[in-house]
């Protein structure tokens, strides 16, 4: 289980895993992520893509968190405090995201076995900024500034090429320096400064001007047989990327037209809502209590007691969780997920029914 609290300390997001997976997708378990905060609020959130989750950050404006999840290429989603998906980034090579420390410029990583790429995002227009390569990286801060990233290979994760670099978030190198051969790095850290020394700035798209040549490698070609090599190349994937999409909910007064992935999901949902419906429809005269029960629990007199304190605070809890479970079957029939827990308590609405009747009758 690993914990991520807000800056304000009014929530956490937990990462729960189990050894096992029993839709027997993955090996290695899976995993979900919780939504706790301290007025007793509390949420699973709903990640729409299978896999693992790579990473889950607070943006220092405490009003959202973004999420890298899924098997590779992988999502990365923006959540607000609602848990509902704010923006979504597509897929891409990603395992990690670094929030700047005013919170208006994101960055999403593909460290570890990944090829070193970062998306650079403008989170205030969601405008992609640059997308740089810094290969071979096991270790990547933010300056206080909110300007400058360092990017650095260190030991013991890795004992060649050790190194850091200085970049602009426009994908420019202002700095680099590579230990000697016979020699390691171990740590790099910036200076740290108080909060609010450097206020936020605007955000450039134009890459800054630089002395240092960027000797990123160039990605490699595909390897084409000698007798394809003059033919014209046939796109082919072994995964659709999937685009970056906003998933604000759009005005009603807006002329602008849904986009056409967005006008998909637009219809997925509605039908899903429709279904629901219907489905509720059906269950209601399997679900809902008799008229009879129904009376008995909205009209009893509440004057009548038993003589009996300890049976008369019997009746009012019973009543009292009666009522809740009516409550969560609200939400269930305007199409909320309900936890696990929660359809358990609804489960046992017949139970408790039988157990108020028998009290109400011994009156």
């Known amino acids: 289980m690993t914990l991520f609290y807000i800056r304000i300390a009014t929530a956490v997001l937990v990462i729960a895993s189990t050894e096992v997976d029993k839709t027997g997708a993955s090996y290695y378990g899976e995993q979900t992520l919780h939504y706790m905060a301290t007025n007793g609020e509390s949420a699973v959130v709903q990640l729409p893509k299978n896999g693992p989750i790579y990473d889950a950050t607070w943006s220092p ?49 593909g460290f570890g076995n990944l090829s070193g790429q970062l ?24 300056c206080p500034d909110g300007e400058h990233i360092v990017t650095a290979t260190c030991s013991p994760r890795l004992r060649v090429g050790n190194g850091y670099k200085i970049w602009h978030y426009t994908g420019s190198v202002l700095y680099k320096y ?7 790095l171990w740590q790099v850290a910036w ?17 800054v001007p630089s002395k240092v040549p960027n000797d990123e490698p160039k990605a490699a070609q595909a ?22 999409q906003n998933m604000r909910p759009q005005s009603k007064n807006s002329d602008k037209p849904l986009s056409k992935t967005a006008l998909k999901n637009q219809r997925k949902h509605e039908a899903k809502k429709v279904a629901k419906q219907e489905a509720r429809a059906e269950g209601n005269q399997e679900t809902a209590p008799t008229p009879q029960v129904q009376n008995m629990l909205h009209n009893a007199i509440p004057s009548v007691t038993s003589g009996d304190p300890e049976v008369d605070k019997k009746i009012k809890n019973l009543k009292k969780k009666l009522k809740a479970i009516e409550q969560l079957k609200d939400q269930a029939a305007t199409g909320k997920q309900l936890e696990k827990n929660q359809l ?3 489960q046992k609405e017949a139970a408790l029914l039988k157990e108020l009747e028998d009290l109400e009758l011994s009156i």
């Not at 992609?128 to 801060?141: H, I, N, R, W």
């Not at 909060?195 to 134009?206: C, H, I, L």
């Open 61 to 109: 404006n405490s009003t959202e968190f973004c999420v890298v999840y899924g098997f590779m290429p992988a999502k990365a989603t923006i959540f607000n405090l609602k848990c509902d998906p704010v923006f979504d980034f597509g897929t891409g090579p990603h395992n990690a995201a670094y929030y700047s420390p005013q919170g208006h410029i994101l960055v999403l990583a």
């Open 119 to 142: 998306d650079v995002w403008d989170v205030e227009n969601y405008k992609l900024v640059s997308k740089p390569q810094a290969s071979d990286s096991t270790y990547f801060a933010w």
């Open 178 to 184: 590579e230990v000697p051969p016979n020699a390691e």
């Open 191 to 207: 200076q740290p400064f108080l909060e609010g020394v450097f206020p936020a700035k605007a955000v450039r798209y134009s890459a």
């Open 223 to 244: 390897y084409r047989p000698p007798a394809l090599r003059n033919k014209p190349v046939t796109a082919s994937k072994l995964h659709e990327d999937e685009p970056p």
């Open 344 to 346: 358990e308590k609804i």
